[in-house]
């Protein structure tokens, strides 16, 4: 047998940040150093609560189980019920993963499509859910309409409330028609819900609140991350919940593969689940943060579409986001390009506020200065 006749490699789509390298060498020139505004990864300290039950549970010498602990699953569905309204879930619909990317970019495959499966994602989207489809090898589509499909039916439709990397939050009437919808065709219905505490101008639900799904979560799987709301995107804390029936495929899937979320970062999740104190202080420096950014670029003539959740401004100047990108960098900051995230986007940027309190007034003062 030889080697296959094309890498796995080619079936993917560029990786968009290695276009972003030049221009951050650029917003690294400026003289006070660069605002990094591209990529929202956390940069306040992880919770000590957690750090001190991370700590606590560091003697850890056997394998973890793939269906992850039992107090670990309670605690996710404890938090969705005490935060989020969710009802009617049990520990057979929730399984600890090492991280939502990863899941996102694994599961149409561990769900079973491949060719001549059809997966839709939103219009304005985070790469990974292309990348999930090319992986499994099935066909995918961008789009926020239902009846852009046509005869066709999907076998997999992911939607993102709040959006990555608009904020914009999916309204109570619309995630009830998306999930008729999907119920009437056949078609697993999978809501990325990463933002769901990071909310501003509205209140974002889950796809599993009863108002939403009608008290069943059959066809339905809804992901989660604690990276965001309690600063461990170090620590590749996250879930997936919803229907039993898929939540029992994947686990079985994933247990021939090992993938296990180690035993010590469980103990973690659930003093993060758990607290509330910390998640409402975090909220409060990101509130600050975009507050300050956001008036700074209307300020400087940018306008401000959405962003009503997230932790990003989605803001354009009505001209190609390259063309705002090179501004930007040019008074030393960075920030990711609208075109990243799809065809969409090609006229806005994403200013991610999860930088620094000092990074974030560096930026201001340079938006305010003109550099």
């Not at 670990?72 to 049990?90: F, K, M, S």
């Not at 600063?231 to 997936?240: K, P, Q, T």
């Not at 390259?322 to 930007?328: E, K, P, S």
């Amino acid at each position: 047998m030889g080697r296959p006749t094309a890498p796995v490699s080619s079936r993917l789509p560029d990786f968009p940040w290695d276009r972003l390298l030049p221009t951050a060498e650029r917003a690294r020139a400026h003289a006070d150093g660069i605002v990094d505004l591209s990529i929202g990864t956390p940069v306040d300290s992880t919770p000590e609560v957690v750090q001190a039950a991370l700590r606590a549970a560091a003697d850890s010498p056997g394998y973890p189980l793939t269906i992850g602990r039992p107090e670990t699953r309670q605690a996710c569905v404890d938090w969705l019920a005490r935060r989020h309204g969710v009802t009617g879930l049990g520990l057979d619909g929730v399984l600890p993963v090492i991280g939502s990317k990863e899941l996102i970019a694994s599961l149409a495959g561990h769900l079973g499509l491949g060719a001549g499966d059809l997966i839709g994602y939103p219009e304005l989207a985070y790469p990974t859910y292309e990348v999930g489809a090319a992986l499994a090898g099935a066909r995918a589509v961008a789009t926020d309409s239902l009846t852009s499909f046509g005869p066709e039916t999907p076998a997999l439709l992911w939607i993102n409330s709040p959006s990555n990397p608009s904020g914009k939050v999916l309204p109570l009437e619309h995630l009830r028609k998306v999930v008729e919808w999907c119920r009437e065709r056949g078609t697993i219905l999978v809501s990325d819900e990463c933002y769901l505490e990071c909310a501003w101008d509205e209140t974002p639900l889950s796809v599993l609140h009863p108002d939403v799904c009608g008290g069943s979560h059959e066809g339905i799987l809804a992901v989660h991350s604690l990276s965001k709301r309690s600063n461990l995107a170090g620590y590749r804390c996250a879930f997936v919940a919803g229907d039993p029936a898929l939540v029992g495929e994947l686990l079985a899937v994933r247990k021939n593969l090992g993938l296990q979320m180690p035993g010590p970062q469980q103990v973690a999740m659930v003093a993060a689940l758990d607290d509330d104190d910390h998640v409402v202080e975090q909220h409060a420096r990101y509130a600050a943060r975009r507050a300050k950014l956001r008036e700074a670029l209307l300020s400087a003539g940018f306008r401000i579409d959405h962003s009503e959740a997230s932790l990003y401004l989605w803001a354009t100047r009505d001209e190609d986001c390259w063309d705002t990108v090179g501004w930007l960098a040019e008074r030393g900051i960075l920030v990711a390009p609208g075109a990243f995230y799809g065809t969409a986007g090609r006229r806005h940027v994403r200013v991610a506020f999860t930088a620094t309190d000092e990074r974030v007034d560096a930026a201001v003062a340079r938006l305010s200065s003109g550099g």
